[in-house]
Structures are given as C-alpha cells and as structure tokens.
DNA sequence: CTAACTGTAACAAGTACTATTACATTTAAT
DNA sequence: ATTAAATGTAATAGTACTTGTTACAGTTAG
C-alpha cells in the first residue's frame, strides 16, 4: 500500500474529524502534515471525489467531513486512495515463451486481488471516528 | 507492498521450483522475466541472504532452491523483500505543535503493524509448491 | 587455461513523487 | 462594488527512487 498518500489522507481526514463543523483550510492542514499546501488540495480532491470531505471556495472556506466520521471506515480510505492503482495493469512483459512468464502475471494478479480483500476487511474494522479518537 | 520487487523473487523461486535439481542462471531467469540478468543476480543475493535459495558460482553455475518449495511460505518471500523497508521509518515530520501531527506516526505505524500482521498470515497460506504447481 | 558463470560496485537512464509557482474562480465581509 | 482569503487546477521544476547498463574481479567445470 502506497504508505505516503493513505498517511496523507489520514492526516487530513483525522483533522477534519476533529474541526467538527469548523472548516479547515489547506494551509492549516498544510501545517500539520508539513507539506505543501497544493498536495493537500490535490489530496482533498481526490477525497472529495469519493464523497469523504465537501470543500467550501471563497473567503472563509475549507474543508469538512461529508458524513459522520463513525460512517468513514479506513477501508474507504484505502479504497479512495487507490482507485487509480487499482485499474493501472502492472508493466512488465514477461516472456510469452515460458510456460511460467505467459502466466504469471495471472497468476499474481490472482493473489493480490485476494491479498487485498483481506486487506479490505481488516481495515473496515476502524472507523475514523476510532481513529481520531485515540489522539485523545 | 512493493509489487515489483514481490512479483520478480516470486517469478524466480517459482522457475527454480520448477526447475527442481536443475540450476538456473541468471541470464535464463531474466529471460522469463524479460529484465536484466544483474537485477536477478540482486534479487538471488537477498533471496540468499534469507536462506530460501543458494547459488554455485563459475561454469555451469547458477541457482537453486535452500529448501523443498512445500517449506516455502510467501510470506517468507514478502518478508525476504520488505526487511529493510520494514526497518526504514517513514520520512515525514509532521509538526510537533499540533496534536494530531505529534502523535499520528506512532498511531499510523500501529496501524500499519497490525494490517501487515494480517497480510503475513494471508500469504502464509500458501506455498511456493501449491503457487507453482499453478503452472501445470 | 579457458569459457561460463556469480557477486558487486559504480554509474546512467528513466520514472515517479513532491514542491513550487501561477492564476482563474469563488465567496465573505466591509 | 471592492477587497481579501480561500479553492481548484495546470504547468513546471526539483528530488528521490527504481531500473538498466557496464565493468570487472572471483570462482569453477571441463
């Protein structure tokens, strides 16, 4: 799992789930994380897109959690962050001569497909609401 | 988890345990895998150092399996990949100032541990005979 | 003693990630 | 209305990571 973004993601949406109603702008969550402000809006996006966080434009705007915290599993996430990789077929051109390189690339995709169910299933035992509360 | 580097030790043990007796080279491995022979020859030096294979160096020499492939676990194969990552420790400084910042990698790498916990018992599963005997 | 390997290091090339700059757009508040 | 403070997004630059290549010393079979 691509560490960088899910902890990303996480950061953000563990602050959102603190702010309560209160708006969060990509400059204070900038400052939390330590990275530059465009990413967190990029990375906001991306959350926006799956329905996690709704943003405000404007003076005054942020973002906030789209639904409850206790309704964010860490599945969700997961799933948000990596829509994209998901899709992306890996590439490598393994050779079609070998009975072991024609079919491996089946094969693994195979195994990771059930690596990450189980994967999924581990994470949709959190929720963000369980989350952000450990930080007390 | 670093597809790349998991799929090509699994794509070598999986020739080698096919191969059985037989020594492999590292040009004949490449092959299959369509990459360079010294990536292989890196790949076997870690996969040595973790005792799953041993090589014979000069004429005629090449790699084989350290042990019977029904004593193979991937997970040994996903822990023979990640040891060093699993040492690293992730690069960001969150700021110390915010509460969530200071505390989310001790909390992210307990997360971490237990999901990855899940994984190792995910792949040990499976051997490397029963993924190779896939191959027919 | 030669040919065919491994083992490694050093470097180059390629790719992906992260940061930065820039700016159009939106909204709140005066 | 105008200004100030945000978002949203694109384009570019810089950096780090991955992969490939070259080179060569060491090892072993025949």
Redesign the interface.
Known sequence: ?N??RF?VS??IL??LA?AGDELLSSEQIA?????NPVLVRKELGNLRKQGLVASREGKNGGSYLNKPARDIY?SDIYLAVHQQELLAK?K????TQ????K??NA??TH??N??EK??LT??AK?TLRK?AL???
Request: proline share 5%; charged share 5%; glycine share 4%.
């Open positions: 799992m560490n960088t902890s996480l950061h563990t602050l603190r400052a939390s994380i330590n990275i860490l890996s490598n051109k393994p050779s070998c009975p072991v390189g079919q491996i094969h693994l195994l990771y059930n690596v189980t994967l581990q994470l959190t989350f450990q930080f007390g």
